[in-house]
């Protein structure tokens, strides 16, 4: 379980994050949402480590990340996956060294024990025999899968992904919520996904912490998100009028 | 930000670079892939340069020694001269600063902005000392042989253009460059060389590494990092050559 606590991020006097409190856990995709400049990848940069908070805690599973030693630090590393807006793919090396990258660098296992794991992270993500492709001959929806199995290769205790569907047309972006939701279930992995995507809260937003102004404006689950008068959560997830029509449907339905 | 500032920012990073590197395999082999990468694909243009400038130096000099008294094996040594003191060990890094500064700048800088860095970070691993030490221990390990070598092409090329244009004889250039060998020159070229290389790897992959934006600031920064570093090759090759040679 990731515990927030009463977090604050600054960038000199521009104040980002003013005071979130949250918790996420595990087997639970967690979505946060908000409009574009409410903190939303500060926040989950400073989850990952890559900000350090000027005030308050995240602890992960009882364990405050700042207060790790080093090679406390290292292991936590080591339980943390990455998903990144651009897949953030190493360009220069085939889709079996990327996801084998991280055996490589923090195991002993031998290169036969590599290769097993990394053909079994691929074919979870559905992209068997395209091991010694570059990333530059996939798709945007195969790089997505190749990110999110490098993410994985680990079996990390906690995953993050910063908007996974960016670029995706409709149909890969819901193979790619799918994919994540039951790699979450059934790994029991901490996943907090940073997204603008509705469909993506409508279809795997088991929890939803809507930001707004650095502050958690609103927390529930993509249930909680059709019956909510939440002035500010209604005006930007159901900005279209597409998701209007939904939430009618759905209030006049449960009448 | 201001020049003092950068000049921090850049030891603060070199303090990152030179730890020690966290698998030693993956290091020795990412060591070997910047060895060709930066030293043997520089190659090539090094050894054309060095022959066709060793030449020219040859050909100028015949062409300037008009008097009948000064002998002809004065060709020789200065053409041997110009190129251990200076066109190898100088000219040739300043090359090298367009060549490799370049793509170091632009390759760790599409890291950066492609998010690839903060993947290494995320990881918990020290993305300085794993993208910028194999480059630092490969030109400061590779480069004097590349040195050396574009000495032994330029002087060769200008032995070859006296005898095309029988400006002069092989024999008097042969002669020239044994005469008053001071091996010493040797030894400040190879110092200049390890300097060099050491500031071609690290200021362009400071350029690189803090870049900020997108593809754009990756092209200025390419510039800025050959701009830079040639000023700091030409400084360099001052201070040095105050320190050792007077």
Not at chain 2, 35 to 57: A, R, Y
Not at chain 2, 105 to 127: P, Y
């Amino acid at each position: 379980m990731i515990e927030v606590n009463n977090l604050h991020k600054g960038f000199g006097d521009v104040k980002v994050l003013n005071g979130i409190t949250t918790k996420f856990y595990p087997g639970k995709t967690s979505l946060i949402i908000g409009q574009s400049g409410s903190g939303k990848t500060v926040f989950l940069k400073s989850l990952i480590g890559l900000h350090a908070p000027e005030e308050g805690f995240i602890s992960f599973d009882g364990r405050i990340n700042t207060n790790f030693t080093t090679e406390e630090k290292r292991q936590w590393r080591q339980e943390i996956g990455m998903v990144f807006q651009g897949s953030a793919l190493f360009d220069s090396q085939t889709v079996e060294e990327n996801v084998m990258f991280p055996l490589k660098m923090f195991t002993k296992k031998t290169q036969a024990e590599r290769l097993e794991r990394v053909n079994f992270v691929l074919k979870r993500v559905n992209l068997e025999n395209s091991n010694k492709k570059l990333p530059a001959e996939l798709s945007g929806g195969m790089q997505k899968r190749v990110a999110i199995a490098r993410a994985i290769v680990m079996n990390p205790k906690y995953l993050f992904c910063d908007e996974p569907n960016s670029g995706l047309d409709p149909q890969t972006a819901i193979v790619i919520d799918n994919l994540i939701k039951e790699i979450t279930e059934e790994y029991n992995i901490t996943t907090v996904i940073n997204t603008h995507d509705m469909n993506s809260v409508m279809e795997i937003g088991e929890k939803i912490i809507f930001l707004k102004n650095g502050l958690k404006a609103w927390e529930g689950s993509n249930e909680d998100i059709f019956k909510t008068d939440n002035e500010a959560v209604v005006d930007f997830v159901y900005s279209s009028n597409l998701f209007k029509k939904v939430r009618e449907a759905y209030l006049n339905e449960t009448k | 930000m201001n020049y003092i500032e950068h000049v921090g920012k850049y030891f603060l990073m070199l303090l990152q670079v030179f730890k020690k590197p966290q698998k030693g395999r993956f290091f020795y082999e990412s060591l070997l892939k910047e060895i060709e990468e930066l030293g043997l694909k520089s190659l090539g243009i090094i050894m054309f340069i060095s022959f066709f400038i060793g030449g020219v130096i040859a050909l100028q000099t015949a062409l300037n020694l008009e008097s009948p008294f000064i002998p002809k094996s004065l060709i020789g040594f200065a053409a041997k001269r110009s190129i251990i003191l200076e066109f190898a060990p100088t000219f040739c890094s300043i090359i090298l600063a367009g060549k490799v500064g370049s793509y170091i700048t632009s390759s760790i800088g599409t890291m950066r902005v492609t998010e690839q860095i903060d993947a290494l970070e995320v990881m918990g691993i020290n993305s300085l000392n794993h993208l910028v030490l194999p480059k630092v221990i490969a030109t400061v390990f590779f480069y004097p042989f590349l040195i050396a070598l574009s000495m032994v092409v330029g002087i060769f090329g200008g032995w070859i253009a006296g005898v095309l244009t029988g400006l002069f004889s092989g024999i008097d250039y042969i002669d020239g460059l044994q005469t008053d060998f001071n091996p010493f020159l040797i030894k400040y070229a190879m110092i200049k060389t390890l300097v060099f290389a050491f500031l071609i790897a690290t200021v362009p992959s400071y350029h690189g590494y803090y870049v900020k934006g997108g593809s754009i600031a990756v092209g200025k920064a390419s510039t800025q990092s050959v701009v830079w570093t040639t000023i700091l090759i030409v400084i360099a090759n001052y201070l040095l050559t105050q320190m050792l040679l007077t």
